[in-house]
């Protein structure tokens, strides 16, 4: 069965440090892969997604993200965390193909950036 | 210049209640989606309208009914609404079956 793995639950970094946030997937087939992000309170805003090409992809508020293949992986990165980077972060993944677009979410990673 | 908007943004009802929840999306969109996030914050779809016919309906009670009036909006009808009802209830809607979901601002509903 298709399922999202989001290991860290809670992250904490220093404002201006490097971030990277993991996500795995299992997926039988070439999937979509997405990162959303949910401040609290408010709904889910969509900062980068992978459908093909290039593997590493670059999003809003200067956010990357990178597919690995081999690791099923697509961990999002950010050089320089902002303290408005203080929210939920979602991976999701997508099937190609289908005659359906169901989005199958991790269980998200909420981060904290300290002063 | 809102493109997926839902109303309400809050809704507190007591058990067994009826209440509907509404979407509606600006984008020209052909698909919907209503996705509920339970209280440890796990996403998961519902429903999926595409162009008003029903393409997914995972495994939800039958006391809830979504309704496409027409492509641009995709309304979530509970019956005999229950505590484990409670739950942020988000609207999304993508180009076509296949392209990136944007999603509306949430519903946040209590039930009492």
């Known amino acids: 069965a298709q399922s999202v793995t989001q290991p860290d639950i809670h992250i904490t970094v220093s404002e201006g440090a490097s971030l990277e946030l993991r996500c795995n997937y299992s997926y039988g087939a070439t999937p979509y892969l997405f990162w959303y992000v949910q401040s609290p309170g408010q709904g889910l805003q969509l900062l980068l997604k992978?459908?093909?090409?290039?593997?590493l992809v670059q999003g809003i508020k200067g956010f990357e993200a990178e597919f690995k293949r081999s690791q099923s992986s697509f961990n999002l990165r950010k050089p320089s965390v902002h303290w408005s980077d203080a929210a939920e972060y979602f991976c999701?993944?997508?099937?190609?193909?289908?005659?359906?677009?169901?989005?199958?979410f991790g269980t998200g990673t909420l981060l904290a950036v300290q002063p | 210049d809102t493109a997926v908007s839902q109303t309400p943004k809050y809704l507190v009802t007591q058990m067994g209640n009826d209440k509907s929840i509404k979407c509606e999306q600006n984008?020209?969109?052909?698909?919907m989606y209503w996705y509920k996030q339970d209280s440890k914050k796990f996403l998961k779809i519902m429903f999926s309208y595409n162009n008003k016919e029903l393409i997914i309906n995972e495994t939800v009670p039958n006391r809830f009914s979504p309704k496409s009036p027409d492509k641009a909006h995709l309304n979530l009808h509970i019956n005999s609404l229950e505590l484990g009802d409670s739950a942020v209830y988000f609207c999304?809607?993508?180009?076509?079956?296949?392209?990136?979901?944007?999603f509306g601002p949430g519903t946040r509903l209590l039930v009492l």
């Open positions: 984008l020209g969109h052909d698909t």
């Open positions: 999304a809607s993508s180009r076509d079956r296949q392209e990136t979901q944007y």
């Open positions: 992978y459908f093909s090409g290039d593997t």
């Open positions: 999701a993944v997508g099937f190609i193909g289908g005659a359906t677009n169901k989005l199958i």
